[in-house]
């Protein structure tokens, strides 16, 4: 994805996807990003944002690591020394990933390389697009020194699936976005081509290459829903009618794990049972069904051959449409924030508020090591951290002590059921559970199931 224009780096999740991106620091200027599926996000190793122009993806794949960098190259209008210090970075940015993995770069690279291979069949094949320019000769150049193939340019295809480009008035088009890979993984590329018939909204055209290489099964996160009570005294029947299933535990012989694993399932099987049984719902989109029907009509417009000039009136007609529904979706928020004010509902109020002034939040996991390089994969990471958090207990100095053991004289007297009550009843509520997914509010409408509970698992532990 180009032409972002966000700013900043970093990550952050949509309802469907992970959008990675690079930007400027201080502008909206350029900007390059990945967006991967959430089913496939656990494959990913690591992402480097490198610059606005450029950044880096590795996946877990099969039989090597699949890498990925996303590049905007500076266009026609920019002076040689931008250019020079583009692929400066991209080469900086190859040389950290391993010979024996497979690297593909992608994006508009506003470069012509054309269709005269002549001398040039290594990097370069003979069904290009249209006549090599001098930012063409720097691609090829590029290409060569970095072992590297331009995929476009060596599968026969119609040139309506050849040229990536088309000018405002339609009168150009041109092949400036390309797909390189290591000329070791040639043979992984079936096919690359362009979708003119799919609806981006962009004067470039979606480019696509096949590519036979195979995800390994990354380790799935089963989100639990978080276990609320919605009736206190349908809760209260279903724990008594399952207590059974804690009065069979032995407290004197069980570890707490087990004696937890118990009154975890008592609980979570309680609520499930009160739970009320409710369908799926679609979320609510603030674009209206004339909107999306001008967004429909646009893309039959485009499949059919429509002109350039056509889908732009088009466009700027779709645009101007979203722009009114999301002003038409922000005063109903207002006059929503407006009733909660009227009838002292605070917390509503607040969080219709939050929807409307929330800024991006974006998250970043790139840490720097003790050697001062910056590390971007999960595994480097997590041994980072390791060893960090080992160099905070290391003591040269160190010496054996004696066990501070307490004798049987010195142990406390067992917790008070009082003192379990108490402590339930000032328990803050609102709060994020932990991976059991049992709020607080679920323990205190537990009552005395619940102090009996807390009370045997704390002295236990005790």
Not at 54 to 63: D, F, G, M
Not at 64 to 91: G, M
Not at 214 to 242: G, M
């Amino acid at each position: 994805m180009q032409y972002a224009h966000w700013k900043g780096n970093g990550h952050f999740l949509t309802e469907t996807n992970v959008v990675y991106f690079s930007g400027n620091d201080d502008n909206s200027r350029n900007g390059v990003a990945f967006i991967v599926p959430k089913s496939s996000r656990n494959c990913v190793l690591g992402y480097e944002p490198v610059s606005d122009r450029i950044i880096s993806i590795k996946l877990r794949a099969s039989p090597a690591n699949f890498n990925i960098i996303q590049v905007y190259a500076p266009t026609s209008a920019a002076c040689n020394e931008d250019v020079e210090s583009f692929y400066l970075k991209l080469e900086t940015t190859i040389s950290k990933i391993p010979q024996r993995e497979l690297l593909i770069i992608i994006g508009d690279f506003n470069s012509k390389v054309g269709s005269d291979s002549h001398l040039l069949s290594s990097c370069l094949g003979k069904y290009g697009l249209g006549q090599r320019n001098e930012r063409g000769e720097r691609l090829i150049q590029f290409a060569a020194e970095n072992n590297l193939v331009i995929s476009n340019t060596f599968f026969q295809n119609h040139s309506r699936r050849l040229y990536t480009w088309i000018s405002p008035d339609g009168n150009y088009r041109n092949q400036i976005d390309y797909v390189l890979v290591r000329s070791r993984w040639k043979t992984s590329i079936r096919n690359t081509h362009t979708l003119p018939g799919a609806d981006c909204g962009s004067d470039h055209q979606l480019l696509m290459a096949k590519i036979q290489l195979k995800l390994r099964a990354a380790r799935k996160i089963v989100q639990q829903r978080r276990l609320e009570v919605r009736d206190r005294s349908k809760f209260l029947a279903a724990l008594e009618e399952n207590w059974n299933q804690w009065t069979i535990v032995n407290s004197k012989t069980e570890c707490p794990d087990k004696m937890w694993d118990c009154a975890k399932n008592l609980i979570s099987c309680a609520v499930k049972q009160i739970a009320p049984t409710s369908g799926t719902r679609k979320r609510q989109h603030w674009m209206s069904d004339s909107t999306l029907a001008l967004v429909k009509e646009r893309r039959e417009m485009k499949a059919t051959g429509t002109d350039v000039r056509t889908l732009n009136e088009k466009s700027a007609n779709i645009q101007t449409a979203c722009r009114r529904d999301l002003n038409a979706h922000f005063q109903n928020i207002c006059a929503e924030v407006e009733i909660h004010a009227n009838k002292y509902e605070s917390r509503d109020l607040h969080q219709k508020i939050r929807s409307m002034t929330r800024s991006l939040c974006t998250k970043t996991w790139a840490i720097e090591n003790s050697h001062g390089q910056t590390v971007t994969e999960i595994e480097a990471i997590s041994e980072t951290w390791k060893e960090y958090c080992q160099s905070l207990f290391e003591d040269v100095e160190s010496q054996y002590f004696a066990s501070t053991e307490p004798m049987d004289e010195e142990k406390e007297p067992n917790i008070l059921k009082d003192e379990i009550r108490a402590a339930i009843k000032h328990l803050k509520t609102g709060k994020a559970t932990g991976k059991d997914s049992i709020p607080i509010e679920t323990i205190k409408a537990s009552k005395e199931y619940g102090v009996q509970i807390f009370h045997a698992l704390c002295n236990k532990v005790w």
